[in-house]
């Protein structure tokens, strides 16, 4: 099993940013992948950012050039910065984890942008 607790949200007018973490535990040995999804209400849950262990990074358009995900191995800790946030980017956020066939879920982290 791997625990996944996700921090970092919040409130952000727009234009500003966060960084939000995401801190792997339990069986975290094999993980090959770590990512972030976000869902509003009423929408489906949607992709955000992946990462493959060795470092390839995959985003979504909407994010592309505004969101960064990367990783700390030796924290077992996943992050996505994100600059330049808009009221559209308004979300709950939950951090990813697949090990082997399995894909894990955090908890899920508010992000609220507006003025």
């Known amino acids: 099993q791997v625990q996944l607790v996700e921090s970092g949200g919040g409130l952000v007018q727009p234009g500003g940013s966060l960084r939000l973490s995401c801190a792997a535990s339990g069986s975290i040995n094999a993980i090959i992948q770590m990512g972030w999804y976000r869902q509003t209400p009423g929408k489906q849950r949607e992709f955000v950012a992946t990462q493959s262990s060795g470092g390839p990074t995959t985003y979504a358009n909407s994010v592309k050039g505004r969101f960064t995900i990367s990783r700390d191995d030796a924290k077992n800790t996943a992050y996505l910065q994100m600059n330049s946030l808009q009221p559209e980017d308004t979300a709950v956020y939950y951090c990813?984890?697949?090990?082997?066939?399995?894909?894990?879920w955090g908890q899920g982290t508010q992000v609220t942008v507006s003025s």
């Open positions: 990813t984890a697949q090990r082997l066939a399995k894909v894990y």
